[in-house]
């Protein structure tokens, strides 16, 4: 994997990417080749469709997920995915939607605290 920086117009500064690897784990799902995963998704991200990737915030952190990229920069909440019906930390992603850092599905989300 190759880690570089470009810039992104959507939170308007350089970010930290990665264009992946052929992802392994999944190869006879939708995985097709490489793909780009912003590193920054979730600090300074508008939480709208990125520029870089072409993809939303929560698309973006799947790949993180699904790559095992790190998702420490992520906002992390502690839930219950019904996906994999764990109890699990959740990386708010956009508005008001989490992903589960377990599967990575992405559900809505309202913070009840
Ligand atoms: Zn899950």
Redesign the pocket.
């Known amino acids: 994997m190759q880690v570089t920086t470009m810039y992104c117009s959507g939170c308007d500064h350089e970010v930290a990417v990665v264009m992946t690897d052929r992802a392994t784990t999944d190869a006879q799902a939708n995985v097709t080749g490489e793909e780009l995963a912003c590193l920054e998704v979730g600090t300074n991200c508008t939480g709208s469709l990125c520029p870089l990737g072409a993809a939303e915030s929560s698309d973006m952190v799947h790949r993180l997920i699904r790559h095992g990229l790190p998702t420490n920069q992520l906002t992390r909440v502690s839930g219950y ?1 019904d ?2 019906g ?1 109890e ?1 930390e959740l990386a708010l992603v956009g508005e008001n939607r989490a992903s ?1 850092l ?2 990575g ?1 992405t559900r809505p989300w309202e913070a009840l605290l």
């Open positions: 995915c996906a994999c764990l699990s589960c377990v599967c599905t």
